[in-house]
């Protein structure tokens, strides 16, 4: 699993992992961390920071995040790789796709219509793009729940949906 995220703060991401674990899964997963936070203990999953300099500037961490998590994790062998949102989906798709492995796009939030890029036609085109991009090499699409669901079932047909 990969997240743009602080683990300490996402329970969603820890659910899932302790649940996929409880089911006979070998979990590992990568998030970042903000300020100087130790991680808190996620029981037998195997969790990691992936260290991205400080910095204010999203256009800056993003690129950051993904070209570390792709280095980190290039040596690790998984059957399948986890992306938490839109802004993980870049490294676990080059990763997946490296490997021959499945590819799972964990939808949180419908990141393109996200009140922070709507209304910016650069930032959102950007997110779209990549999201176009990302979404032909997903093997299957986990969602918080029937509206995102449907929207990326109508842009992306041919994707299982859950």
Known sequence: MIAFNNLNHDF???REARTLQANGYDVHVFGVRRGDEELFEWGDVRAEIIPIPRTNSLKLSYPLFWIAAYRRLKGESSDVYHAH????????????????ALL??????YFTEMAS???????QN??????HVTMKRVNGIITVGGAIAGELGR??????IA
Do not use: C, M, N, Q
């Open 85 to 100: 949102d839109l802004d993980a989906l870049i490294p676990a798709r080059l990763l997946a796709r490296r490997s021959d």
């Open 104 to 109: 799972i796009y964990d939808s949180h939030e």
């Open 155 to 160: 842009k992306y047909p041919r994707r299982t």
């Open 12 to 14: 969603r991401v820890y």
């Open 126 to 131: 950007i997110w779209r793009v990549l999201e």
């Open 117 to 123: 890029v709507t209304g910016r036609f650069f930032v």
